[in-house]
Nanobody
Framework: QVQVVESGGGSVQAGGSLRLSCSVS????????MGWYRQAPGKQRELVAL??????RYGDSVKGRFTISRDNAKNTMYLQMDNLKPDDTDTYYC???????????????WGQGTQVTVSS
């Protein structure tokens, strides 16, 4: 079984910073991509940042302010969020996909979500 654990959410004033972490554990043979998504009540889930072996991709609203990184040895992904704005207030979800074994049985898993609140 593959599990995802998120941490690092919280409350901060506008202009402040937070760092989110997402760790993948269990039967993991290879992780292909890891990403952060966010969703406010009544809205669609949107991409915040994605990291693969080929590089990174960011949502337009966070470019230049957020940085995604990954520690492959720890199967852990980080999201450094700087110059936070009230519009960044959302529940942030970690997603990871890859293979559980050498037979390429795949997994695609979501975390429970971590709340980020930015006050003006």
């Amino acid at each position: 079984q593959v599990q995802v654990v998120e941490s690092g959410g919280g409350s901060v004033q506008a202009g402040g910073s937070l760092r989110l972490s997402c760790s993948v554990s269990g039967s993991v043979f290879r992780i292909n991509s890891m990403g952060w998504y966010r969703q406010a009540p009544g809205k669609q889930r949107e991409l915040v940042a994605l990291i693969t072996d080929a590089g990174t991709r960011y949502g337009d609203s966070v470019k230049g302010r957020f940085t995604i990184s990954r520690d492959n040895a720890k199967n852990t992904m980080y999201l450094q969020m700087d110059n936070l704005k009230p519009d960044d207030t959302d529940t942030y979800y970690c997603n990871a996909d890859g293979f559980r074994d050498a037979d390429y049985n795949s997994f695609d898993i979501w975390g429970q979500g971590t709340q980020v609140t930015v006050s003006s």
